[in-house]
């Protein structure tokens, strides 16, 4: 018996290693979710979905996780590395984190933000780009290919964060992001919302939010392809005010409307981590109860960071009798507030009317910067902050770079004292958009910095309004990022299991967007063109009808006959009378003799009888040409 | 001037006595002209300056063949395409037939099956007749097509082993053939000695251009090998064994009209919480698929890819069925078994334009309705517990072994390469299906069945042929169809701006067709079909081109409306004025003639 066993096991390992011999390394899914309470009583959900595939031999075209849409892009466009984000509503960076992973990957501008590096020569870059926001626009329901003129996109050198001459970068600040660009891209995970933590999204619970972003980052890496999908929500928890100053409680079942019942089958891990920051007595919240909160589920792990705390917990467990629904009930009113980047950057408009104008971009210090620069740079003994500044101007607002003034702390300063460097790529009329990138160095102890740029308003043709012209012209955000100034998550434990905690250990730039600016153009007002042809025509044709009618006068004729007619009655009067006549349909009733009067009549009748022929005539032809088509 | 003539006379005025004329009848001076030329002038200036202006509004129409279109879709229609094939019967055994009549009777057969209706993509019908009598000797019809050598074929030899040896060694034999113009296909009837095989009659058709058909005393049922002969060639070599009527199948060629085809293959996983499996169709792909893709390579430009996806439950119901131990699903239920929301297959960022895809479907029921079989109208369980939509692909639904669900978390299992060449089998059979074949391995008419032999690659070469004959007829009547409607299009909408572009679509469109024609009248059966891709490919391009979609052409009320405010009155001033020059002209020349004829008098 054993005999036989043997050769069978060996045969059937065998069998196992052939079928799964083909390709090593598989490809990989892993989904997470991670929920970080705000200082300001909301709730933060950020989604993080991970799929890798290995380098294939197939060339893409034989796909088990991985999605087949993407990968044939990838094949297609051949795209190095690609971002795509839907945002609506704008980071609140004072209270909900400047300077931590979380805010510097995920607050995206408003609107679509999409940028890609490409793997072909450099004269085809262009070319990639404007095939990529096609395929994308019809992949995500959204109007990327508006992205496709070369008025709406840059390629920016350094001030982007990522230097590479076959980078593109565009943004569109007014799509409209809603629920049918997020089923395409929940298309793109294996289990769709079907299961696992992305049934969480209920779609009514995700929009109700004060922000949502969605984001896919795709990347080729050396074990192949990378494609990150996440999805970061902040959600007001319903509560009711009790009196006491309390952080509001929520579970996941309240937040959302519905509980994971388990994992998705075809993730590699699955796991829901709470961060929690600014605790009393950080030693203390390994426990599952403690006197500051409760939480309704025994986190497996607990990591602690330099100023939070992590629970990680895993779904695997949870079923559907037994759902998870993690909830986190304050006991203590708790007050903290989050990281905040070296500075915090706004951007508004000056000047007014529909003429000229000037943008400025104000840089103010927050709380949180000594404590950053003075462990960050120390320059020559001066404590120096670097901000680089990266700003897309479309052709129609005319940026005069050289009424670039930079003040420093409401002193205006020489350039070159505190700009170290710029770069600027201006626009072209239609052609074209114009770029500009400074880096700024600052001076630790700065309170403020305000830049301002002066331009003047473009005309655009009439075909290039949009439909609502009347509402304005959207700047796209500027970028300012911090390139001394890292943000990462700083874990004693090795995380590299866990995607999520391993991406937040790595360093990434802290940056932010701001406000996206709202121009009113010039609108003319769009039947003018042919008001214009009218009233030119007319005064054409009465120039043209009375010059004719000057050429052909008698003058010694017309005298002659005033003459003889100046005994009659006044012409005036006569004019009236005929006038009316001619509105009664009677003769001209006329003092004179009765034969002369009928021949009158007779005379103006059939004049008459001309004159409406002629309308009739011109009315009916008009008819005819209007109703032939 | 009216105001002149309108005056009321005041008195009554007594011509020839007075010398001085009256100015209301008569006039002593020459009336002038300045005022009358001058209007004139600009009457004749405004009326010259009018087809400048409407040579300036015109707007550009690249000038489209509009005849020689006409020209393709009348010959189209009036005269099928019809593509030379030679039919070679070859008589072994026969004493004493007279291969002259042997044809003759042949050509009746055929010309009764194919009838009068002509079909499109059908053969033009050249027949030749060798007969080698028992003791080898040969007599064949003039003029010969085939350099058959007398006696290679032995009568009581023929027959023996495989089929598929039969049709290799008939391969090396009919070798030499170069067919004339057009392919040559071969029937060869061995009349076998009496006795050996009772009374059956064997009919084979092979996998190249042949077949054979055995038995002994065939001489005595003479008139019924006849038949048969003419069934194989016109049934079977020249309509590929499809039924009779038919012919709406060639409207549903499933390649797009860029003459590319994608087939998306997708194992779809109903309930990823029971089982997982996946498979390795990369290796498939290689084995299996492509020497298919290959086979149909002059057909059309296949692509292969694949996907597996989860959660995509059916959106039809199943019910248990107690005597069969499984759940059924009816043909009845069938079209609503797709489920376009959960599945979703997606369309290709591979297929670009207008290729067509194709969707294969595997589909692993969920627990809940595990082992799902298909019920025929006639009660029994599908073999293949698949079927076709035509146009979109096919579905395939296949039980795992073990219909008991995994433990606690389901492992991904992979389907094993046996069962997985089955599924690939029935695949092709549909994708044969689909492209209008039988996938059953014969074919049975009132004479009798025929055995078929499949081909490795999917397709067996006659099939192939007569795939590219539907196929080239295909695309020029689609060809034709696109150009007619682009052109009535164009002149139904003379204020149309049509681009040079589309003009040099059209023009190589036509010249494709041309060619394709002209290839098919030659025989060449994969360069006509190649050029009729293209023509066809090149007419969609032009009807799609993305200038005649856009809305915004010059239309004459816009026409009207710019320049109606300018002209209307101008020319009312100007040709009133012409008018009246003119009138006041006459009327003081006939005065002046009163005048001087009065003078004369006077």
């Not at chain 1, 002066?454 to 655009?460: H, P, V």
């Amino acid at each position: 018996m054993a005999r036989t066993v043997i050769p069978l096991l060996i045969l059937q390992s065998f069998l196992l290693a052939i079928a799964f011999g083909s390709n090593e390394v598989e490809e990989e899914f892993s989904e997470s979710l991670l929920l970080k309470p705000l200082p300001d009583r909301k709730v933060l959900a950020h989604f993080h979905f991970e799929n890798r595939a290995p380098p294939s031999n197939s060339h893409g075209r034989h796909h088990h996780l991985f999605p087949k849409a993407i990968s044939q892009l990838v094949q297609k466009f051949r795209v190095k590395e690609m971002e795509l984000s839907f945002t609506q509503g704008r980071w609140n960076h004072e209270h909900w984190g400047g300077s931590d992973t979380l805010s510097s990957m995920n607050a995206k501008p408003v609107g679509v933000e999409l940028w890609a590096v490409f793997d072909v020569p450099r004269s085809e870059v262009d070319t990639s780009w404007k095939n990529l926001t096609h395929a994308l626009s019809g992949l995500f329901c959204a109007s990327i290919n508006f992205l496709e003129s070369s008025t709406s996109y840059a390629a920016p050198t350094w001030g982007f964060g990522r230097s590479s001459d076959k980078l593109r970068y565009g943004s569109l600040p007014r799509e409209a992001v809603c629920t049918e660009n997020l089923t395409p891209w929940l298309k793109l995970l294996p289990c769709r919302d079907k299961d696992g933590i992305s049934a969480l999204m209920n779609r009514p619970s995700v929009y109700r939010g004060f922000y949502h972003s969605q984001r896919l980052h795709l990347s080729m890496v050396d074990s192949g392809m990378l494609l990150e999908q996440s999805l970061t929500v902040v959600l007001q928890p319903d509560t009711v005010y009790d009196g006491k100053d309390l952080q509001p409680s929520w579970s996941l079942s309240s937040l959302f409307g519905r509980k994971v019942v388990g994992k998705c089958v075809l993730a590699k891990s699955s796991n829901v981590y709470l961060q929690m920051e600014g605790l009393a007595h950080p030693e203390a919240h390994t426990l599952l109860k403690n006197e500051e909160f409760e939480l309704s589920i025994k986190p497996d792990r607990t990591l602690r960071e330099t100023s939070s705390v992590l629970f990680i917990f895993d779904i695997d467990k949870s079923s559907d009798s037994e759902p998870f629904d993690l909830s986190l009930t304050w006991k203590l009113p708790s007050k903290w507030s989050c990281q905040q980047a070296p500075l915090h950057a706004s951007r508004f408009l000056m000047g007014s009317g529909n003429e000229r104008g000037a943008i400025a971009i104000l840089l103010k210090a927050t709380e949180s910067q000594d404590k950053l620069s003075g462990k960050d740079i120390t320059n020559g003994g001066h404590c120096r902050v670097k901000a680089n500044v990266f700003q897309i101007f479309p052709w129609y607002v005319k940026v005069y770079y050289h009424t670039l003034q930079i003040f420093v702390d409401q002193q205006q300063n020489t350039s070159s004292e505190v700009l170290k460097k710029i770069n600027v790529s201006p626009s072209a009329d239609k052609m074209s958009s114009g770029m500009m990138e400074m880096m700024l160095e600052l001076p630790c102890e700065v309170k403020s910095v305000a830049i301002s740029i002066e331009y003047d308003k473009g005309f655009l043709h009439i075909d290039e309004y949009p439909p609502d012209a009347n509402q304005g012209f959207d700047i796209p955000s500027a970028l300012i990022s911090f390139p001394d100034h890292h943000a990462s998550l700083d874990f004693k434990e090795e995380l590299s299991t866990l995607p999520l905690l391993s991406k937040f250990k790595d360093k990434s730039l802290v940056r932010s967007y701001t406000e996206v600016l709202l121009v009113p153009l010039t609108t003319p007002d769009f039947s003018m063109p042919y008001n214009v042809i009218t009233i030119t025509c007319t005064v054409f044709a009465l120039y043209f009808g009375s010059l004719l009618n000057a050429l052909r006068r008698r003058i010694g004729e017309e005298e002659r006959f005033l003459k003889s007619k100046g005994k009659k009655t006044g012409g005036l009067k006569q004019l009236l009378s005929r006038f009316t006549a001619k509105i009664r349909g009677r003769p001209v009733e006329s003092p004179s003799s009765e034969p002369t009067a009928a021949a009158q009549s007779s005379v103006l009748s059939s004049k008459l009888l001309f004159k409406i022929i002629l309308v009739a005539g011109v009315a009916a032809a008009w008819q005819y040409f209007s109703t032939d088509k | 001037m009216e105001e002149t003539s309108d005056h009321p006379n005041p008195t009554t005025s007594t011509p020839g006595t007075t010398p001085e004329p009256d100015p209301k009848t008569m006039r002593s001076s020459k009336p002038g002209l300045k005022r009358l030329l001058i209007t004139t002038t600009v009457l004749f200036s405004f009326l010259s300056g009018l087809p400048f202006l409407w040579k300036s509004v015109e707007i550009y129409r690249s000038q489209l063949p509009f005849h020689d279109i006409d020209s393709l879709s009348d010959q189209i229609k009036s005269t099928p395409l019809r593509f030379p094939c030679t039919f070679h019967a070859l008589f072994i055994g026969f004493r004493s037939n007279d291969p002259d009549q042997l044809r003759s009777e042949i050509q009746d057969g055929v010309n009764q099956l194919t009838g009068e209706s002509s079909q499109c993509g059908s053969c033009n019908v050249s027949i030749s007749v060798t007969v080698q009598s028992p003791d080898e000797l040969c007599s064949e019809t003039f003029p010969s097509t085939c350099s058959y050598r007398c006696g290679v074929i032995k009568r009581d030899a023929f027959g023996g082993g495989l089929d598929d040896e039969v049709d290799e060694s008939l391969d090396d034999v009919f070798g030499g053939c170069s067919g004339g113009i057009g392919k040559m296909y071969s029937v060869v009837v061995v009349n076998k000695e009496e006795g050996d095989g009772g009374d059956e009659v064997k009919a084979v058709v092979g996998k190249r251009r042949h077949a054979w058909i055995v038995g002994s005393g065939l001489e005595e049922r003479y008139g019924e090998v006849v038949g048969r002969v003419s069934e194989v060639f016109v049934k079977v070599f020249m309509n590929g064994g499809r039924e009779e009527g038919d012919s709406i199948r060639g409207e549903f060629m499933p390649v797009g009209s860029d003459g590319r085809l994608v087939l998306s293959f997708s194992l779809l996983n109903s309930n990823p919480r029971d089982w997982i499996y996946d498979w390795d169709f990369q290796r498939i792909d290689e084995g299996l698929l492509a020497p298919v893709t290959k086979a149909l390579a002059p057909i059309a430009d296949i692509s292969v890819e694949s996907q597996v996806l989860y959660h995509t439950p059916k959106s039809s119901f199943s019910s248990w069925d107690e005597k069969l131990q499984s759940y059924i699903f009816r043909t009845s239920d069938l079209p609503f078994f797709v489920n376009s929301n959960e599945w979703h297959l997606d369309t290709s960022a591979g297929a670009s334009g207008r290729s067509k895809i194709l969707q294969f479907v595997v589909y692993i029921p969920s627990g809940k309705e595990c082992p799902l079989h298909l019920q025929l109208p006639n009660g029994e369980i599908s073999k293949t517990n698949g079927f076709i939509s035509p146009m979109w692909g096919s579905v395939i639904v296949w039980n795992p072994r073990n219909c008991d669900k995994d433990s606690e978390s389901p492992s991904r299992n992979m389907i094993s390469p046996q069962d997985l060449e089955q599924i690939v089998e029935v695949f092709l059979g549909q994708f044969r299906q689909l492209f209008g074949f039988k996938s059953e391995a014969i074919y049975t008419s009132e004479l009798g069945s025929y055995k078929i032999l499949p081909s490795e690659r999917g397709f067996t070469e006659w099939e192939l042929d007569v795939l590219s004959r539907k196929h080239t007829c295909f695309n020029l009547h689609s060809c034709a169809t696109t150009l007619g409607s682009l052109s009535r299009l164009v002149q139904s909408l003379p204020r149309m701006i049509i681009k040079d572009e589309i003009g040099e679509q059209v023009k190589y469109s036509l010249k494709a067709a041309k060619l394709a024609q002209s290839n098919a009248s030659l025989g060449g059966y994969s360069s006509s079909a190649s050029s009729s891709r293209e023509a066809r490919s090149l007419a969609e391009n032009a009807f799609f081109h993305p200038s005649i979609m856009s809305v915004s052409y010059f239309s004459y009320e816009h026409c009207f409306a710019v320049y109606s405010p300018f002209f209307l009155p101008v020319a009312g001033h100007v040709v009133l004025a012409a008018l009246r020059e003119w009138k006041r002209y006459k009327q003081e020349k006939a005065k002046y003639l009163t005048w001087l004829t009065r003078k004369k008098t006077a």
